[in-house]
């Protein structure tokens, strides 16, 4: 297993004990409160990615009820990709910062309001507005609730198990989401999906009020809002690219847009090496731990998040299958994947993290070559061979991804490492998702097959970056 690496940005303050506050003082937390801490962030977890699936079946209803046009549907899907990309890495050094838990709270409670609020937008632009709410606060969700883990289980083989459950609870939260969505839509409205979400998130934030332990890891130096704003304004800018790009790649507000990102890109990189508390320590990436952790998520963003967010469209576009058959296919695919990131621990001693995620990437590709043909016309049954072991590969990437996260950045700034973490991914599930509606205007087996072929070089991107020196 990767050793989390030594500090390395000038005046870090000490590294935090097992337990300790940031200061030194250790807390000592027993059993009872990591099982606590794994069970609030773990639903809070799986509650965040049924809210980011969602979408994906009440899609044409939504678009119906607002009257969108297909030029402008994308934004009802990305608004919350957005938001999550865009303060991601934020939330995780704010979290470090000023604290997990109330970052996490505040987070939860934020899901919650602008998840139940958006069940009652009443246009495009209100509603994309509201997913765009959602992704921020969901971005605090996610960052916070991986370092209140790793505050909880410092070390060892219950750090392991507790980030393969929580990995386990991505894949249930992606599975959930779209069968409840086709549930509601189907007994009642599409709004109910939106309004029992942020229901069960705000129930989620009045238990952690009463369970999470606080711990923060205060730097010296300022916050760094220099680099906050750069990087947010350049992910904000490439999102935007990749949304319009759907209707032409090569229209002039595309182009400028990329290069805007670019540009903004560069001067985060400029700030982050002047500043004496950078948001994110470039020298991590140093690292092969965490070189491989964040290839990894982009990658896994790109081949697997990609392609099966758009999966349902294409089976009800091409095989004619309806909204809840996709549903329950899809909670096939991802119900396998929270199995077997729950038994993930057992590779633990055997394989490490690096390995499985190239392990995961390897059966993902295998599963998705198993359905070429099989989306035009073809029976479900068909399906379910590569449905299952995409599955597989897909439980193995969930299990590894949050454990390299944590284990590859300083214990002092595990929240930073989550965010940057999952920024890469969403990064990745943007371009992915983007990328497989476009091949798919020429046939799915087209953005099948980019799918394999990215998953294939997920695979060696991550096993050459967790290679190396430090």
Known sequence: MPQPAAPVTPGNPAVLRPGGDGHGHGHGHGHGHGRATLAVTSAATALTLMNYTAPMLTLPSTAHAFGTPA???AWLLNGTPLGLAVLLLVAGSLADTHGRRRVFLLGTLGLGLTTALGGFANSTLTFTLARVAQGAASAAVLAASLGLLAHAFPTGAERIRATGVWGAFVSAGIALGPLLAGTLS?????????????AATLLVAALGTRTLAESRAPREGRTDLAGALALGLALAALLTALTLGRDGWLRPQVGLLALAAVALGALFVRVERRTAAPMIDLALFRTPAFRAATAGALFTGLAVIGFFSVLPALLQRGAGMAA????????????TAFLVALQSRR???????TY????????????VLALYGAL????????????IVAGAGSGLLNAALPRLAVDSVPPERV???SGANNTARYIGSSAGVALALALATTGPDTALLTSAALGLGGAAVTLGAGRGRR
């Open 186 to 198: 189907t007994l009642a409205d599409w709004r109910w999906t939106y309004v029992a979400l942020g």
């Open 347 to 353: 590779l633990a001693g055997r394989l490490s993290a």
């Open 324 to 335: 809840l058959t996709t549903a329950w296919l899809f909670l096939l695919w991802s119900g």
């Open 71 to 73: 030029g402008a549907q």
């Open 356 to 367: 499985q995620l190239a392990l995961g990437f390897a059966l993902s590709t295998a599963g």
């Open 415 to 417: 929240a930073m490492g």
């Open 376 to 387: 035009e016309g073809a029976g479900w049954t068909r399906l379910l061979p590569g449905l």
